[in-house]
Structure formats: C-alpha cells, structure tokens
C-alpha cells in the first residue's frame, strides 16, 4: 500500500512539474491588448482606457470608446477576461459618439514580471517538498495529504491556459478553478487527524468550511461559463465571493492547533503557520476592492513563503528524517566534485603532456583514467561518508552506534530487572524522547491494554513498529516498538515524543527496533530458562521422594 501511494504522489509531483513547465511556456507567450476598461453604470457597457504605444493604440482604439460586452465573441470575451496571447487577432466592436466601429487588436508579448518568477519558483519549491515527502513519508496518511493539498492549491489549481484555442483554454481553465476551490475541502480533513476526537464546535466549523468552499466553487464555475455565454459581465466580480472559503478553512486549521498536543500540535500548527498569511491577504482582498490592483504581486509573494515556512519546519523540526537526506546528499555532493575535479585536473594536466601525442594515445590515456575514477569511487564514497557523519551528524551517530551496541549485549544480561532498566535507560539517554515505557506480555493483559488492543494486534501481525497515531490504542505515546521472540509479542517498548518536538528518523527507528528485539529475545531465554529450571527442581524433589519410600 506504502509503495502504491509513494508512486501515485512521485506521479502527481511529475504531472505538477509539467504543469509547471507548460505555464512559463504560456506565460512567455502571453500578450498585451493595451487597454483595460471601466464601469459606466449601464450593465455591460465598459469605457476604454488605452495604454500609451500600446497594442490597442495602434489598432486605432481611443479613450471614451464604449465596449458593450454582450457584442464580443466568446473567444474574445474569454480572451480579455482571462488572458490574452502575443500575436492572436482580437476583434473589438466599440461605439464611439455613437457610430459603431470594429478594430482589431493583435496583442503585443507582455512582459513576465518578477513576482511571476517568484511564484513559479514557490511552485518548483513546493513540488520538491512534496516529492520529498512522497519519497520518505508515504507511510503517513496525515503526510499524504498535506502532500496532495500542497500539489492542487499551489501547483495544479494555478493554471492560467494559454493556448492556440480558447475553447480548449476555457474548459482547461474550469477544471482548473474547480480543483483549485474544491481542493482546500482537504484542508478539513486534513485538520480532522489532529486533537480527536473532534469536539461538536470544530464539527459545526467543519460544515461552515465546506458550505464557504461549495459556494466558492460554484461562483468561480459560473463565472467562466456563464461569461464565455455572454450572460453576464465577466469583468464584473462579486466581492467577498471566496471570504467565506477562507476564513472557514483558516478557522478548522486553528481549531485543530488548539485541540491537538505533543508532536500532533507541531505539525498542524507549522502547516497552519505556512498557510495562514497567504489566505488572511486573499480573504481580505477579496472583500476589499481597493487592494485589487496590488492583489497578484503579494500573493505570489506570500505563496513563495509557503514552501519556505515548511521546509524551515522540516529542517527545524524534523517532521520527516531531512538528516538522512541531507547526509546522503551531502555525501553524492562531495564525491561528485571530488570525482568530477579530478578528473577535469588530471585530465588538463595529460593534454599538455600529451599535446604532441597521437590521437590514439590520447584516447587510451583518457579511457584509462575515466577507469580509474571509476573504480575508486567505492573508496571515496566510504570516506566522505564517514568525514560527513563525524562532522555534521555526529550527535545521532553515536546515539545510535549506543542503542546498536546495547542491543547486542542486551539478550546475555541473566536477570529480568536489570535487563528492563538497561533497556529504559539507554532509550532515556540516547532518543531524547519525553519518556520511555515497557509493557510486557503478562499473560496477555500488557499491563492492563488487553490482547486485542488495535495497536498490539498491529504488532502481532506485523512485528513492526507502529505510529500511534494512526490506531486507537490504550498505549500513551508516539511510537510502538515490538519485542518479540520466536514468533511471539513478548512485550511492547513505547517511546513518547521527543521534548525538541522532531520525530524519529529511519534509522534511528531501525536501531530502537532492533533493541526491543534483542531485548524481547532475553526475555524470552530468561523466562524458558527459568521454566526449565523449575522443572529441574520438580523432577529432583520427586526423585527424592520416591527413593526415601523405598527405603
């Protein structure tokens, strides 16, 4: 199921990453007409206003002309409304002092601004934080979706279509919008996985959102439809129309932050934190027409931080193991430049010795060369790899070097006691974890949980650790780690979270699972061990016995 979900998310970042690659491609194409307008007070009728040496200009429009909506085609209204392209005619039938006149209009290529560029680099960001998620955390149902809210809000809602036909850009552009608005629904549920149960006011929340998102949707549709018919005036917005959205969403998410605890409270509150100013600036232009002209540059600006707010989060906070990548990259990083400046050194050294050489030699010597870095790259990786670890992650490698090393002590230690604080004091000093508890399988009761607990079933049937936030257990902490032994769940170790508030990494995870079974494995030879002893001692008192009756 993990890996299903890891390639449908890897699949949506590559579908948002096209997206992406096919809006610059229009928005480098995307023109000018060289006029906007303005209301008259005569439903559908706007007043030119041309720009100076603009297209429109050129054409012959003027100042004053009188634009009746209704009497543009609908690939011209669409076009006006919505975007036009560099070099595609637009008829234009205006009224001038009462005489009807027709130009036509071929829009000049409109510059891409800056804060365009921003926003399609918060874009390009924003896919690489998913498809970093995607990669390493696909296990996480709470990570899925904030992975798939991410890529339909900031990547595959936002698409402004500019193609040669604008029929084709119509449809384009509703399915967009659709998704667009439709898509902060998962804002609901994403803030539902955090502070359960979910109280009654954060349900009447709930409903307040989604009735905000299926208006917002249905006003956006209408808009493009309706328009592209003539049946209302495109140019002619309803103030407000996505408020009730947006202060609905932001209210569920800020409920969910004051309800959650722990780690819970870490995650939804730095994804509401990433959110929040971006839909405060929206709501807010959109209920206030005078911040119109300023609405597109701060919010391509307040969507760049979006990316930034979370990825400072997963440095920060480590909500997914970016220790582990950014090792590994770090170490790709360094081998490639030690491999790679090698080889152009050693390389520009042979071309000046071997400048009067035949073209043959030069070849081989090359060709040679090219194997010999080749095959030191296994040595060079293994070096870097160990420098890398020593000097940026020394902490976590020798935390974990100290649970590995005490996991392979821990099943010759021959009294249960000493065994369980060993155990609870190396995962005290080493995890960073608020508290560390084992409960042990005393006779299926796990101290009190019970046998049939969601979360000690998941460990019998899979063995491996389990969140405890995703199952309704009566074990209190972060994370749930099997000991067990010839098959058996012999016990449970629960680590709580950590008090800097970052989760487990992979590897870490790994050596603590490793621990508890090695760990469950003493249990089990002490307590078959004591089992036998017992019959020893039966069988010797029995003997005994019967040899004192014969006598």
Same mark, same amino acid.
């Given at each position: 199921?993990d890996?299903?979900?890891?390639?449908?998310?890897?699949?949506?970042?590559?579908?948002? %990453?096209?997206?992406?690659?096919?809006?610059?491609?229009?928005?480098?194409?995307?023109?000018?007409?060289?006029?906007?307008?303005? &209301?008259?007070?005569?439903?559908?009728?706007?007043?030119?206003?041309?720009?100076?040496?603009?297209?429109?200009?050129?054409?012959?429009?003027?100042?004053?002309?009188?634009?009746?909506?209704?009497?543009?085609?609908?690939?011209?209204?669409? $076009?006006?409304?919505?975007?036009?392209?560099?070099?595609?005619?637009?008829?234009?039938?205006?009224?001038?002092?009462?005489?009807?006149?027709?130009?036509?209009?071929?829009?000049?290529?409109?510059?891409?601004?800056?804060?365009?560029?921003?926003?399609?680099?918060?874009?390009?960001?924003?896919?690489?934080?998913?498809?970093?998620?995607?990669?390493?955390?696909?296990?996480?149902?709470?990570?899925?979706?904030?992975?798939?809210?991410?890529?339909?809000?900031?990547?595959?809602?936002?698409?402004?279509?500019?193609?040669?036909?604008?029929q084709?850009?119509?449809?384009?552009?509703?399915?967009?919008?659709?998704?667009?608005?439709?898509?902060?629904?998962?804002?609901?549920?994403?803030?539902?996985?955090? !502070?359960?149960?979910? #109280?009654? %006011?954060?349900?009447?929340?709930?409903?307040?959102?989604?009735?905000?998102?299926?208006?917002?949707?249905?006003?956006?549709?209408w808009?493009?439809?309706?328009?592209?018919?003539?049946?209302?005036?495109?140019?002619?917005?309803?103030?407000?129309?996505?408020?009730?959205?947006?202060?609905?969403?932001?209210?569920?998410?800020?409920?969910?932050? !004051?309800?959650?605890?722990g780690?819970?409270?870490?995650?939804?509150?730095?994804?509401?934190?990433?959110?929040?100013?971006?839909?405060?600036?929206?709501?807010?232009?959109?209920?206030?027409?005078?911040?119109?002209?300023?609405?597109?540059?701060?919010?391509?600006?307040?969507?760049?931080?979006?990316?930034?707010?979370?990825?400072?989060?997963?440095?920060?906070?480590?909500?997914?193991?970016?220790?582990?990548?950014?090792?590994?990259?770090?170490?790709?990083?360094?081998?490639?430049?030690?491999?790679?400046?090698?080889?152009?050194?050693?390389?520009?050294?042979?071309?000046?010795?071997?400048?009067d050489?035949?073209?043959?030699?030069?070849?081989?010597?090359?060709?040679?060369?090219?194997?010999?870095?080749? %095959?030191?790259?296994?040595?060079?990786?293994? &070096?870097?790899?160990?420098?890398?670890?020593?000097?940026?992650?020394?902490?976590?490698?020798d935390?974990?070097?100290?649970?590995?090393?005490?996991?392979?002590?821990?099943p010759?230690?021959t009294?249960?006691s000493?065994?369980?604080?060993?155990?609870?004091?190396?995962?005290?000093?080493?995890?960073?974890?608020?508290?560390?508890?084992?409960?042990?399988?005393?006779?299926?009761?796990?101290?009190?949980?019970?046998?049939?607990?969601?979360?000690?079933?998941?460990?019998?049937?899979?063995?491996?650790?389990?969140?405890?936030?995703?199952?309704?257990?009566?074990?209190? !902490?972060?994370?749930a780690?099997?000991?067990?032994?010839?098959?058996?769940?012999?016990?449970?170790?629960?680590?709580?979270?950590?008090?800097?508030?970052?989760?487990?990494?992979?590897?870490?995870? #790994?050596?603590?699972?490793?621990?508890?079974?090695s760990?469950?494995?003493?249990?089990?030879?002490?307590?078959?061990?004591?089992?036998?002893?017992?019959?020893?001692?039966?069988?010797?008192?029995?003997?005994?016995?019967?040899?004192?009756?014969? $006598?």
């Open positions: 199921m890996l299903r979900w890891r390639r449908l998310l890897l699949a949506l970042c590559a579908l948002g %990453f096209l997206e992406v690659v096919a809006m610059i491609w229009m928005q480098l194409h995307a023109g000018d007409p060289g006029f906007a307008t303005t &209301r008259t007070g005569v439903a559908f009728v706007r007043r030119v206003v041309v720009d100076p040496d603009g297209a429109a200009q050129a054409a012959g429009l003027r100042n004053g002309d009188l634009l009746d909506t209704r009497s543009l085609s609908s690939a011209a209204r669409f $076009r006006l409304f919505e975007g036009a392209r560099a070099g595609e005619p637009i008829v234009i039938p205006v009224d001038r002092a009462g005489s009807a006149l027709t130009f036509t209009i071929v829009p000049k290529t409109a510059a891409v601004t800056w804060d365009n560029w921003i926003y399609f680099a918060a874009q390009f960001w924003t896919i690489f934080f998913c498809a970093l998620l995607a990669w390493r955390r696909s296990d996480s149902e709470h990570v899925r979706l904030l992975t798939v809210f991410l890529l339909v809000i900031v990547v595959l809602g936002q698409s402004n279509w500019l193609t040669p036909s604008p084709f850009d119509a449809i384009a552009t509703l399915i967009s919008r659709t998704i667009l608005w439709a898509g902060f629904l998962l804002t609901v549920f994403y803030a539902n996985m955090f !502070g359960r149960p979910i #109280a009654t %006011f954060r349900r009447a929340l709930n409903w307040f959102a989604a009735f905000g998102i299926a208006v917002t949707v249905a006003l956006a549709d808009r493009i439809i309706a328009g592209w018919g003539g049946f209302i005036d495109p140019f002619v917005g309803v103030p407000g129309r996505r408020v009730l959205l947006l202060v609905g969403c932001l209210l569920t998410l800020w409920a969910a932050v !004051g309800a959650a605890r780690t819970e409270r870490t995650r939804v509150l730095w994804s509401t934190l990433a959110f929040t100013p971006a839909m405060v600036w929206a709501a807010l232009a959109d209920a206030l027409p005078f911040l119109a002209p300023t609405y597109g540059t701060v919010t391509n600006a307040l969507f760049f931080l979006i990316p930034v707010v979370l990825t400072y989060s997963l440095l920060n906070r480590r909500l997914v193991d970016l220790g582990f990548i950014v090792n590994r990259a770090a170490i790709f990083t360094a081998v490639s430049i030690v491999l790679v400046g090698a080889f152009v050194l050693v390389e520009s050294l042979l071309t000046d010795w071997l400048r050489a035949s073209h043959t030699t030069n070849v081989l010597f090359s060709a040679g060369l090219a194997l010999v870095l080749g %095959f030191s790259i296994r040595y060079v990786h293994g &070096r870097i790899d160990r420098f890398v670890d020593e000097v940026f992650f020394r902490k976590r490698h935390d974990e070097q100290a649970i590995r090393a005490f996991a392979n002590d821990a010759y230690i009294d249960v000493i065994l369980i604080g060993r155990v609870q004091s190396v995962l005290e000093n080493h995890t960073d974890a608020k508290s560390v508890s084992i409960v042990l399988d005393d006779g299926g009761r796990y101290g009190g949980v019970g046998e049939n607990d969601p979360a000690i079933v998941r460990l019998r049937s899979t063995h491996k650790p389990v969140d405890l936030h995703d199952v309704s257990s009566r074990l209190a !902490g972060e994370i780690f099997p000991m067990t032994a010839r098959g058996r769940l012999v016990g449970v170790v629960v680590l709580d979270a950590r008090r800097s508030g970052e989760a487990y990494a992979p590897d870490e995870s #790994a050596a603590i699972a490793h621990l508890a079974h760990a469950g494995y003493g249990l089990d030879v002490l307590a078959s061990s004591t089992h036998q002893d017992g019959e020893l001692l039966g069988a010797i008192n029995a003997l005994r016995a019967e040899l004192a009756n014969r $006598r």
